[in-house]
């Protein structure tokens, strides 16, 4: 397993940016496919975007239909490091923001596939 610290979160107001990181641990990083999950006071814990390994032909990002358009993933290889870019923030992407690694091959949505799980980082926006 793959140790992760996540760190950026706050309070922004509605219509502004944050940047995420997640830092991970070990030299096999560049093996894992990356996610990040949101999850919100009383809900579910929620799939945001997810980035591929450098495994696989092509570095590729997906997102949830809620954040498409204003959140990119990406991630640096060589700092061991994956990022969210939040912007057009609303009051409903409040939640705490957990990062996540799997050596699942496929571009997975589902919490279960990922092995691996930050602290979280608490997101507020302000109306």
């Known amino acids: 397993q793959v140790q992760l610290v996540e760190s950026g979160g706050g309070l922004v107001q509605a219509g502004g940016s944050l940047r995420l990181s997640c830092a991970a641990s070990g030299r096999t990083f560049n093996s894992y496919n990356m996610g990040w999950f949101r999850q919100a006071p009383g809900k579910e814990r929620q799939f945001v975007a997810g980035?591929?390994?450098?495994?696989?032909?092509?570095?590729?990002?997906y997102y949830a239909d809620s954040v498409k358009g204003r959140f990119t993933i990406s991630r640096d290889n060589a700092k061991n490091t994956v990022y969210l870019q939040m912007n057009s923030l609303k009051p409903e992407d409040t939640a705490i923001y957990y990062c996540?690694?799997?050596?699942?091959?496929?571009?997975?949505?589902?919490?279960?596939?990922?092995?691996?799980w930050g602290q979280g980082t608490q997101v507020t926006v302000s109306s």
């Open positions: 996540a690694a799997t050596l699942y091959l496929g571009a997975t949505m589902s919490a279960g596939r990922y092995d691996s």
């Open positions: 980035i591929r390994s450098v495994r696989l032909s092509s570095s590729s990002a």
